[in-house]
């Protein structure tokens, strides 16, 4: 039963890991380092993006977690990092291990949306300036960056497939731009849609994909690149559609 | 014009670091992980005209061995320093230009701007793991071997 325990607190720190974003050498770093800490010197590992195999010796059954929901919070995957850090120093007990975890999986994210949001907008007219726009373009591109980034929190809520919320919140988003230069309160729209659309860039994926790569995990580092070149591609193929129309 | 860039690209870097939900206290190193690795860019693709490509490269290479550091030092997962600084390299302006170029019909300019944007993709990936070699050949070197009397007696000296 005690090797039960360890199972369950390996996948779920692996879990955790998984969803928030961590890579995916990372995760399977993590998993095997705690299974070590307690004892067990062979366990098995093997994450891709959308699944986790472990097993806690290589002739014993191995056992399996599917991951369908992946979102971006560092601060879990911060967590995580520092829980088994104190395992392996032998700080933690498989009790307390086990609670932490579980603390950390019920947590919510630390900065709520209206931040994220405020972020997203600063953001986009900070890079509106550093792509050589001009300082009154900077408005512009924080109110139309502020509103892409929340449309896409929106429709990602509202639609389960993947890419078209990003195709959708482009598309509005490069109207806005073009709304903002008709009224005149904008100048070069090619600097507030660059600008704005910034927030929507997969670079966390690209990132992710580079190092997976490098840590030798072939599988995963394929499958995000994959996903971070369908999501540059939804972003430019909603820019393309309404500058094909105004142009 | 530099103290302008290295603000804005401060504050952009620290709002994608709240996007992406770091922790808290490491908001203001995210910040300077994306200026510096953004100051070195600007000051070799506009001020010394340097190619971009290569501007990017080395760019990229800062950013890794800087948040290789900080990752060291703060005992925190590297992704959280190397995203803020990469996501200012990704080429969105020149993704843009080649998109502009395709839907106006101009194909030889929407080319050459897309595969410039490649290039500097793969400069991005490239630096990243330059980074990782130099961090690795730095941590695996018998520094010992390089000590000699004078370094910690300091009375020969």
Known sequence: MEEDAIMKVCLLAGKIMLQSGAETYRVEDTMVRIARAFGMEDAQAYATPTAIMFAVDMTTPSNFVRIDQRATDLHKVTKVNGISRYISAGELTLSEAREQLLQINQESIVFPVWLQILAAALASGCFTIMFQGTWRDFIPALIVGGAGYYLMIYFHKMLKIRFFAEFLASVLLALFAYLMVVLSLGVDIDKIIIGSVMPLVPGLLITNAVRDLMAGHLVSGLTKGVEAILTAFAIGAGVAIVLLVVF | ?157
């Open chain 2, 1 to 157: 014009m530099i103290i302008e860039q290295s603000v804005v690209s401060f504050i952009a870097a620290m709002g994608f670091a709240i996007i992406f939900n770091a922790p808290r206290q490491s908001l203001w190193q995210c910040g300077t992980v994306g200026m510096f690795g953004w100051l070195v860019y600007v000051s070799l693709a506009r001020i010394l005209d340097v190619n971009i490509v290569i501007a990017t490269l080395v760019a990229a290479i800062v950013v890794g061995i800087y948040s290789q550091v900080l990752a060291k030092w703060f005992r925190t997962p590297i992704i959280i320093f190397n995203i803020a600084g990469i996501i200012p390299l990704v080429p969105g302006g020149l993704s843009y230009d080649a998109m502009y170029f395709l839907v106006t019909n101009n194909y030889d300019l929407a080319i050459s701007s897309a595969a410039t944007a490649a290039m500097i993709s793969g400069a991005i990936a490239l630096g990243l793991i330059v980074s990782e070699i130099i961090n690795q050949i730095i941590r695996n070197t018998n520094w010992r071997k390089y000590h000699n009397e004078y370094d910690r007696k300091g009375v020969t000296r």
